[in-house]
């Protein structure tokens, strides 16, 4: 019988793997790619990883990325930014059960546990000054944050928001993310249960100090504390602990 003129790897030698290279429907590689690149950019800052290793951990080629991503790693890292900053929107879904602290604490859930997941690409995102950032990337993560604060608005039952309230409102956004960022920071010693305690807490605490400057925010604590009811634990609690 004829030997096979294929090499045959040594023990040591890793075999290839043919079955990251199979052919694959643009769509779905494309998808596939963002996918990767997604999970690579979530465990290192977006400067520390290159293209190539985009390409080997998808099981494709350099040239097959440029395919896809004619503009290479700064084309990709929007793609992959995009496609996370939708995902982080979609969990600002309110649920329908639930008091309003209630529903804002599950809101909060969602956000750490995508914060969690992504981790240093997270970090990377929010802080800026990496070498991938750009006037687009920068309106990506605008665009997150206006689908906070009108989210939010809207589950406050405000439909036009006076300066003061959008006030209130951007700053408990800019609060959340800055805790988002030292609880990564400081390796997540505090649970998130209480951090979410402690950010639903925040606002209140925020909309009860604004509403003393601000007619249309005190209209909205009111009506969110009638909804609360006067035994809701979460206010209740608030006050016992800043009573004399």
């Not at 004619?70 to 084309?75: E, M, P, Y």
């Not at 929107?89 to 804002?104: A, I, M, N, W, Y």
């Not at 859930?109 to 991938?132: N, P």
């Not at 988002?180 to 951090?195: F, H, K």
Request: neutral net charge; without cysteine.
């Amino acid at each position: 019988m004829e030997a096979s003129s294929a090499p045959v790897p040594s023990a040591g030698e890793a075999r290839p793997r043919k079955a990251g290279y199979r052919r694959l429907p643009v769509q779905q590689r494309r998808e596939q790619l963002i996918a990767v690149a997604l999970e690579l950019f979530a465990a290192r800052p977006p400067e520390e990883v290159g293209l190539d290793e985009v390409a080997e951990a998808a099981g494709a080629s350099r040239p097959l990325v440029y395919r896809y991503f004619a503009g290479g790693k700064q084309q990709l890292y929007e793609a992959a930014l995009r496609t996370a900053a939708e995902e982080l929107t979609s969990r600002f879904t309110v649920p329908v059960s639930g008091t309003p602290t209630e529903q804002l604490a599950a809101v909060l859930d969602a956000y750490f546990a995508f914060v969690a997941g992504h981790d240093a690409g997270y970090s990377a995102l929010l802080r800026g000054g990496s070498v991938v950032e750009t006037a687009r990337t920068s309106a990506i993560v605008d665009d997150v944050r206006r689908a906070a604060l009108k989210r939010t608005l809207r589950h406050l039952g405000v439909r036009e928001a006076g300066p003061r309230l959008t006030l209130l409102v951007r700053s408990w956004i800019s609060v959340v993310e800055g805790a988002s960022l030292s609880w990564l920071d400081e390796g997540r010693v505090l649970a998130v249960d209480e951090l979410r305690d402690w950010l639903v807490d925040q606002f209140v605490a925020m909309a009860a100090a604004t509403a003393v400057h601000d007619p249309q925010t005190a209209d909205v604590l009111t009506a969110l504390l009638a909804l609360e009811g006067p035994d809701a634990p979460r206010p209740r609690r608030l006050r016992e602990r800043l009573s004399p």
